[in-house]
């Protein structure tokens, strides 16, 4: 149980094109999503609070308008990378908490690494 | 302000060895602490969750430890194995805060 999906695993776009990337529980809720970002050899960088039904909340140095999320059920979020730059390359990958648990656990899908060209 | 230090930074063992991993965190009022690992381009792997309540967690031949009041948490791998090779991240939350990682290699 607490299996959490992410697509694309892989995506490569040209510079300037909006990329979507999709984060699922697939055996629970979440009212919570997280979206980190990860440098080579670097840990994971947190980069929005997804909340299911309302606004995300954004960490300082994240544009909002750069990086759009939507948690529109309690089982998908998404991360829009909008007009992609080179710069935007990176490893992104998405925790959940079950709703159902008051453990306070994360799940994390298996990232979506992202080039941009 | 949350921060999360580990160390060591890397670690090579031969086979068979026990080691420990460290992980310090700035600010106490932290709920929960978690241990993951993270293979080479891949997501996270849940390791241990110790909640605010809780002293310690064991899985197998892992175990972690939390002192709130010193802002510590050590996992404890026992018997290493090659396949334990991996980045070894810990968390502490309600703000999930990472720390940089121990880089482990556990030689054949």
């Known amino acids: 149980g607490a299996v959490v999906s992410q697509h694309p695993s892989r995506v490569i776009c040209k510079s300037g094109t909006s990329v979507k990337i999709e984060c699922r529980s697939l055996?629970?809720?979440?009212?919570?999503m997280f979206w980190y970002r990860q440098f080579p050899k670097q840990s994971l960088m947190l980069m929005a609070t997804s909340n299911e039904g309302s606004k995300a909340t954004y960490e300082q140095g994240v544009e909002k308008d750069k990086f759009l999320i939507n948690h529109a059920s309690l089982t998908l979020s998404t991360l829009t990378v909008t007009s992609a730059h080179p710069e935007d390359s990176s490893f992104y990958i998405c925790?959940?908490?079950?709703?159902?648990?008051?453990?306070?656990?994360?799940?994390f899908g298996e990232g979506s690494r992202l080039t941009v060209l | 302000k949350q921060e999360v230090t580990q160390i060591p930074a890397a670690l090579s063992v031969p086979e068979g060895e026990n080691l420990v991993l460290n992980c310090s965190f700035t600010?106490?009022?932290?709920?929960?602490l978690q241990w993951f690992r993270q293979d080479p381009g891949k997501g996270l792997t849940s390791l241990l969750l110790i909640q605010s309540s809780q002293r310690e967690q064991t899985s197998g031949r892992l175990n972690a430890s939390l002192d709130k009041s010193s802002g510590r948490s050590t996992l404890y791998i026992a018997a290493s194995q090659p396949g334990d090779s991996a980045t070894y991240l810990c968390a502490g939350y309600d703000k999930v805060i990472f720390g940089p990682g121990t880089s482990l290699s556990v030689i054949p």
């Open positions: 925790s959940a908490r079950d709703s159902s648990r008051n453990t306070g656990e994360l799940f």
């Open positions: 600010d106490s009022a932290i709920y929960n």
């Open positions: 055996d629970f809720q979440a009212t919570t």
